[in-house]
């Protein structure tokens, strides 16, 4: 039995683009809202459709600037639950405050725990994301998660960029917290792993100590969930081209890209970084030749059309 009622999908301003081709790929218009501000830079929302008894999706990363963006995220829940929608599904490509997942100082927050809550009071029902930088986020809602992966995307991309990965390419972790995620890339190619061993002095800086496995002779691909201020990721190519690789790339999720990121990827052993697009691109990274996105919007169409026809979302990622 079909829905007895419709949905619409909405957008922020995060990420235009991505939810743009996400209607296309479900054969539907975004809806209609607009986004503005008052003089003193409040965030004003208007919703120019009816919702009432609708499911309504609305896609919005909290990415640079983050609070504008989750401040427009919360405001637009609120219109629309008083507006009568029948759920509300926020579709978070990029989870933001997603690092601070627990307390690692005394008098710390747990901001990622913090946004969970402040969702759940706007009035969403359920929360869409990819790739969040830790698992037990899922966790922090009372209300239903659902924890997409981009690994479909970027593996068919790794295939047909190392046809012959098996016997060419290893796989790399740059940390120990990332060890999972490499080894799940590195079965599904049957390609060995590598571990960068690292210590961090302090907030956005890394120093590489170590390399465990052998990266001699083949192209050494580094698996990450997201790429912030680039530290870790051109530390860690610097070190597996000492330690003999032929060529370092890099696959990440979430392109963040704040501070000195460009210019270190321009300036680094990297041959090429790619990244989706669950955040969109700046003019200059954009313009940056060692920078390359391949699209989600097919994963992220699929989600919102299971959902909404109350189907399975796991095998997406079979």
């Given at each position: 039995m079909p829905p007895s009622h419709d949905y619409k999908v909405f957008s922020g301003s995060s990420n235009v683009d991505l939810a743009a081709r996400i209607c296309n790929y479900l054969g539907r218009s975004l809806a209609k809202a607009r986004l503005s501000r008052f003089s003193d830079g409040e965030t004003q929302v208007e919703i120019e459709e009816n919702v009432r008894g609708n499911d309504v999706f609305i896609i919005q990363s909290t990415c640079p600037p983050v609070n504008d963006h989750l401040m427009e995220l919360l405001i637009m829940c609120d219109a629309l639950k008083r507006a009568s929608a029948a759920s509300i599904i926020a579709v978070m490509p990029y989870y933001g405050y997603a690092r601070q997942d627990r307390k690692v100082a005394p008098r710390a927050p747990i901001t990622a725990k913090l946004v969970a809550d402040l969702l759940e009071t706007a009035g969403v029902t359920r929360v869409v994301s990819m790739d969040m930088h830790?698992?037990?986020?899922?966790?922090?809602?009372?209300?239903?998660?659902?924890?997409?992966?981009?690994?479909?995307?970027?593996?068919?991309?790794?295939?047909?960029?190392?046809?012959?990965?098996?016997?060419?390419?290893?796989?790399?972790?740059?940390d120990a917290g990332g060890v999972e995620r490499a080894r799940a890339y590195s079965k599904r190619l049957d390609a060995p792993l590598a571990i960068i061993d690292k210590r961090r002095p302090h907030p956005n800086a890394s120093e590489v100590m170590?390399?465990?496995?052998?990266?001699?002779?083949?192209?050494?691909?580094?698996?990450?969930?997201?790429?912030?201020?680039?530290?870790?990721?051109?530390?860690?190519?610097f070190a597996l081209k000492k330690a003999g690789a032929r060529r370092v790339f890099a696959y990440a999720v979430h392109p963040v890209l704040s501070g000195p990121a460009l210019a270190r990827i321009t300036e680094s052993q990297l041959e090429e970084v790619v990244f989706t697009d669950t955040i969109q691109l700046t003019a200059a990274a954009k313009a940056c030749p060692k920078i390359r996105c391949v699209p989600t919007e097919r994963l992220f169409g699929e989600a919102i059309?299971?959902?909404?026809?109350?189907?399975?979302l796991s095998s997406l990622f079979v």
């Open positions: 830790a698992g037990q986020i899922q966790g922090f809602f009372n209300i239903p998660t659902d924890h997409l992966y981009a690994s479909p995307v970027l593996l068919e991309d790794m295939r047909r960029r190392f046809p012959k990965a098996a016997d060419e390419v290893v796989l790399v972790s740059p170590n390399l465990i496995g052998e990266v001699k002779g083949r192209d050494a691909v580094i698996i990450d969930d997201m790429v912030d201020t680039a530290g870790t990721l051109t530390a860690g190519a059309k299971r959902i909404y026809q109350a189907e399975s």
